[in-house]
């Protein structure tokens, strides 16, 4: 029996909700682990570094896709779901309620971290400041105040970390180009988000995405981080890692249809005697 629109707009919008939930357990729950659990090691540190907060993530990205991909496409990102509905037919109805489940997938990870690790993060954090902020959101320089990175400088980084994540993925899930054989292409995608977090990571923190940041920013400010919405600098931070992927996603996106796809040779069909003639 055929579905309706409704039910399976619900499957899609459950099936983003889950994905990007596990990307986000596995993300913030790594972070949580290196900065607030690793704040409490002695020697200080004790649980991790930049790059195990990388390959978290980028394990993340791949078992969401692996979740998500046969019912939604797996697009865990708003900027995914933007790129793909500018450039390749993904239905513009659809963009919003994506964009909300993945956010809301993300808000309840976030919760769930919080809770999780609310004696660690006391300890490590008891003022619940910047320097455990970044357990669920980004902060232009991973909130430090010697890099001198502010709000401009992050949104740069956003919008370059996040047209490469698109170009990348464009190109992954290109069927005229080479794609990965044997389902592998979510594991790919994935060292995707690891290569950009330890390439791209310093400046703001690797967001490139929209839902990870505001998700995981609104648990965080409902559940004691009152400066959430603002960085170290005290300016109102909380637009950057959104604006910043929505463009870059759009540029990386372009780039790679416009570019590299048009030149692509087009699908043909096999010759005579190499499939089955479908005539009589």
């Known amino acids: 029996m055929k579905k309706s629109g409704t039910s399976q707009l619900f499957r899609e919008t459950a099936a983003e909700f889950v994905g990007t939930m596990v990307l986000l357990l596995l993300g913030a729950g790594v972070v949580a682990q290196v900065i607030a659990g690793g704040a409490l090691t002695s020697p200080k540190g004790g649980l991790g570094d930049h790059d195990s907060i990388s390959w978290a993530w980028g394990l993340g990205v791949t078992f969401g896709v692996y979740i998500a991909a046969r019912l939604s496409g797996a697009h865990l990102n708003p900027a995914v779901t933007l790129a793909l509905a500018t450039f390749r037919g993904f239905p513009w109805a659809k963009v919003a309620p994506y964009a909300l489940a993945q956010t809301a997938g993300a808000f309840a990870a976030a919760l769930l971290v919080r809770w999780n690790y609310t004696e660690v993060l006391a300890r490590a954090d008891p003022k619940h400041s910047f320097m455990t902020q970044i357990v669920f959101s980004t902060l232009p320089g991973n909130g430090s105040t010697t890099?001198?990175?502010?709000?401009?400088?992050?949104?740069?980084?956003?919008?370059?970390?996040?047209?490469?994540l698109l170009l990348l993925i464009f190109a992954i899930t290109d069927m005229l180009n080479t794609p990965p054989k044997a389902n592998l292409a979510?594991?790919?995608?994935?060292?995707?988000?690891?290569?950009?977090?330890?390439?791209?990571?310093?400046?703001?923190?690797?967001?490139?995405?929209?839902?990870?940041d505001f998700g995981p920013r609104l648990a965080s400010f409902l559940t004691g981080y009152h400066s959430a919405w603002r960085d170290q600098w005290g300016n109102l931070y909380f637009w950057v890692p959104i604006a910043g992927p929505l463009i870059g996603g759009l540029i990386g996106g372009g780039f790679y249809t416009y570019v590299i796809q048009r030149c692509l040779p087009t699908a043909e069909p096999e010759p005579p005697g190499r499939v089955p003639r479908s005539e009589p």
């Open 147 to 164: 890099a001198g990175v502010h709000e401009w400088g992050a949104f740069r980084d956003q919008v370059i970390g996040t047209a490469l």
């Open 186 to 212: 979510p594991f790919i995608i994935g060292l995707v988000v690891v290569a950009i977090g330890m390439a791209f990571g310093t400046n703001a923190g690797y967001a490139i995405n929209p839902a990870r």
